[in-house]
């Protein structure tokens, strides 16, 4: 007989903010099933969705198990039961949280949520170079200039509409400006949304709405370089899994994350004892296990800035759109004081491109001051639990 475990973790955004790196390596852990289709088509964005059928049109990206799998898998010595989760990387659901948020709700009510947030400056400049319009001629600040002014425009809808009305009236405003620009059309999509897709406290806002602030997990990518050990063993806290597998002895000797590798499509491979095949735990998981739970206001109306514990990451744009997969050993070359796997096997030229200009990234700094401090706001104890970025904008 054949079953499937019901997703209980998403990892809805943001994009390009590293969210691939840290779901391959949460998907080592021994309680996470982690062979999930990621070549199937996303869900709760689709333009096609049928709310009637979304609950078995998502389960088809997770595989059917036999139940003699699941029991072996979900007991241990003595008879002694551990849950095992399934859960999936779609970063893009934030941007689209107008129309993803309400969905999920409706088709995955207990699900868990967690947002990865980098430096929207940083991931503004990532999707950028992520696009290749840096090797169009087309300079950064031509692109953040038009895009200026389409947050500009579309602001003052966004105070009758909210965050529908402001991306709706985004896209439309972005087909106009590459007709202007005479950028193709086939490349109109996502060229002047990177400023926009870093606005998080919009975009989060139907989150809060739809769901209980237990249910959100909201972490910076930076806080994942600074101490991976620790913002790994936070996710597993948030999702009920033994913490115990992202002890710092557990990531690679001399192991330090850095930016390159949280914002590539890798892995850090953790060091876990191997039975059977099968990744476990040394010592074995403990029945007692202390678990610490986040508990926030209750779900409330979005003016109401319902906060929310903190926690969260994410990763590449269109990340859905390419068929990575977790890297197994045989594709790493790996030696002992190796500090990451990736996937890729070639430098990506993207990756060389110089900093951003200092002018503008302070000029950007006084664009996002505002909107980060809301963001903090958001959540119950603010700087303790979300510090957000550090904006000099007495500078430039």
């Known amino acids: 007989m054949c079953a499937k475990i019901i997703p209980s973790f998403i990892f809805a955004g943001g994009e390009l903010c590293g969210s691939e790196y840290i779901y391959n390596t949460l998907s080592q852990h021994p309680q996470i099933l982690n062979n999930l289709n990621r070549n199937s088509q996303s869900v709760f964005d689709s333009e096609t969705y049928d709310g009637a059928s979304a609950f078995e049109s998502y389960l088809t990206k997770f595989p059917y198990l036999e139940s003699d ?44 949520l967690i947002f990865v947030l980098r430096d929207p400056i940083d991931r503004a400049y990532a999707q950028y170079i992520e696009a290749g319009h840096d090797t169009n001629g087309i300079s950064f600040e031509t692109f953040m200039n038009v895009e200026l002014q389409i947050l500009r425009r579309c602001g003052h809808t966004s105070t009758q509409t909210g965050w529908t009305g402001f991306v709706q009236c985004h896209q439309g405003s972005e087909i106009r400006a590459s007709w ?30 739809h769901f209980p602030a237990s249910q959100i997990l909201v ?67 403990g ?28 990763d590449p744009t269109r990340a859905n759109d390419k068929s990575s997969s977790k890297p197994n050993d045989a594709q790493a070359s790996e030696s002992g004081d190796s500090q990451t796997i990736t996937t890729t096997t070639e430098t990506d030229p993207k990756q060389e491109a110089k900093d951003l200009d200092l002018s503008t990234r302070y000029r950007l700094q006084k664009v996002f001051r505002s909107l980060n401090d809301r963001l903090i706001n958001m959540f119950e104890s603010k700087e303790k639990e979300f510090s957000g970025w550090e904006y000099d904008v007495d500078c430039g």
């Open 287 to 314: 029945s007692h296990h202390h678990h610490h739970h986040y508990h926030g206001h209750g779900r409330g109306h979005v003016e109401s800035h319902n906060r929310v514990p903190a926690m969260a990451m994410e």
């Open 180 to 209: 202007n620009m005479n950028v193709p059309l086939d490349k109109a999509e996502h060229v002047f949304d990177s400023l926009a897709r870093g606005m998080y406290s919009n975009s989060l806002e139907p989150f809060i709405k």
């Open 69 to 112: 799998a699941i029991h072996k898998m979900t007991t241990k010595a003595g008879g002694r039961q551990i849950p095992i989760i399934s859960g999936e990387n779609a970063p893009h659901y934030l941007y689209q949280s107008h129309i993803t948020a309400e969905r999920i709700r409706e088709t995955l009510p207990n699900v868990k």
């Open 219 to 285: 972490l910076r990518s930076e806080s994942f370089i600074r101490d991976p050990s620790e913002s790994f063993q936070r996710i597993a806290r948030f999702l009920g899994i033994d913490e115990a597998a992202f002890a710092p002895q557990r990531f690679p000797r001399h192991w330090q994350l850095s930016e390159k590798e949280l914002f590539g499509n890798g892995y850090a491979k953790l060091q876990l004892d191997t039975v059977d095949n099968k990744n476990t735990l040394v010592p074995p998981l």
